[in-house]
Structures are given as structure tokens and as C-alpha cells.
């Protein structure tokens, strides 16, 4: 069956870089996406973007352009997301779900990454 | 890209029905029937529940249903139960390769 398993919660000091891990299993990484999200503290879910299995073709949000690079292996049907410069808003539990046509059908559990010097 | 638009929050009683909205715009869903729907219970992962507009995936319980007219998409829960109880959340293709989610919607059983 489809498994999406992201790696551990993670602290960050301001201005570091952080980068989840979003490891998938039972189906075609190469004939999927995979998007990314954030949720803050008290917020909504926030679209961040996606990449491609197949070629590594990436669309990211306006919001996070610049600061966020997305990675796939295909070898180990794992996708990665890295932001950098983090702030304190930064803080926020990142989910990465599957792409099928046009919905997110499968969703990790949720990595929180905490933002604090 | 603007979010759609959500209520903040819903509330119902056992086995009543209640109605969740989402606007967008006519360059996400009012230009598109890529509408699509999730429940989120919170330190879950969320779980899609709709797909363009009125589909429902299989094991999706026929208490949920969906439509849309223009640039306003609803999820109805008809008999809603106390396990309903939870964030939704819509989302819209919105072209050029982009996605829009609304802020959510906490539905409150009372």
C-alpha cells in the first residue's frame, strides 16, 4: 500500500537551512509529484509547491521563491525540501503529499520544524 | 496567488447537515473543476476526501458531498458525527502549474 514517511522534527537557529525528507513506497515515484506544504502555529495549510518525479521539474509558490529548493531521488523514491534563511515564522509543521491527477492524495505525517535562538 | 476563501469555523449537531464554502477567482476556481477537498484532524496527516468538485474517493463515507457554481465551491456533511469533527480544507488548480488552498474551516460538533 502507499506509504508517505517524512523524517524526524528538527530546531533551527535563525538563518540556518533545514531539510525534510519525504520517503515514499507502493507506488510510481517517477509517475507522481510530490507537493509540499506548511501549516504555522494557529494557521492554514500553505501551498509551497512541487516537483516532478520523472525530470525534477519544480514549480514553487512566489511566497517561498528563492529560499526553498525541492529534490528528488528517484533511486530511493524520496523527494526532499530544503528552505533556507529561516526566520521565527518559519516555524511550522511541513507536510509533503503525493500529486495524482490534480489532487494530493497521500500525505506524510507532518515534520515540525522549530525556528529558535 | 490569494488563498481562497474559507469560513473560519462551522458548527452542527448530530445528524444535522452543514455546509462549508470556498471562494475563489476566475483564474483558480471559477476557471477550473479541479476542486479538491481535505480533512484534517489535527497531528494527523490530512486525508483528501473530494476531487473535481462532486467526487468522492472510494471509502469516503456518502455522507459527503460536493458542488460547485462560479467561483464557490461547497462541502456538505449530511448527519454530521462527533468523528466529523475536524479542519477542512479546499484547494484549486489554478494554472501555470499552481495550486491554492483555502485558510481552513474548523467544524465543531456540539
Known amino acids: 500500500q502507499v506509504q508517505v514517511v517524512q523524517s524526524g522534527a528538527e530546531v533551527k537557529k535563525p538563518g540556518a537551512s533545514v531539510k525534510v525528507s519525504c520517503k515514499t513506497s507502493g507506488y510510481s515515484f517517477t509517475a507522481n509529484a510530490v507537493h509540499w506544504l506548511r501549516q504555522a502555529p494557529g494557521q492554514g495549510l500553505e501551498w509551497m509547491g512541487w516537483i516532478n518525479g520523472v525530470d525534477n521539474y519544480t514549480i514553487y509558490s512566489q511566497n517561498f521563491r528563492g529560499r526553498v529548493t525541492f529534490i528528488s531521488d528517484t533511486s530511493a523514491s524520496t523527494a526532499y525540501m530544503e528552505l533556507s534563511s529561516l526566520g521565527s515564522d518559519d516555524t511550522a509543521v511541513y507536510y509533503c503529499?503525493?500529486?495524482?491527477?490534480?489532487?494530493?492524495?497521500?500525505w506524510g505525517q507532518g515534520t515540525l520544524v522549530t525556528v529558535s535562538s | 496567488q490569494s488563498a481562497l476563501t474559507q469560513p473560519a469555523s462551522v458548527s452542527g449537531s448530530p445528524g444535522q447537515s452543514i455546509t462549508i464554502s470556498c471562494t475563489g477567482t476566475?483564474?483558480?476556481?471559477?476557471?477550473?473543476?479541479?476542486v479538491s477537498w481535505y480533512q484534517h484532524h489535527p497531528g494527523k496527516a490530512p486525508k483528501f476526501i473530494m476531487y473535481?468538485?462532486?467526487k468522492r474517493p472510494s471509502g469516503v463515507s456518502n455522507r459527503f458531498s460536493g458542488s460547485k457554481s462560479g467561483t464557490t465551491a461547497s462541502l456538505t456533511i449530511s448527519g454530521v458525527q462527533a468523528e466529523d469533527e475536524a479542519d477542512y480544507y479546499c484547494c484549486s488548480y489554478a494554472g501555470s502549474d499552481i495550486w491554492v488552498f483555502g485558510g481552513g474551516t474548523k467544524l465543531t460538533v456540539l
Open positions: 473535481e468538485a462532486t
Open positions: 503529499a503525493k500529486g495524482r491527477n490534480y489532487v494530493l492524495d497521500w
Open positions: 476566475s483564474s483558480d476556481l471559477g476557471n477550473y473543476n479541479l
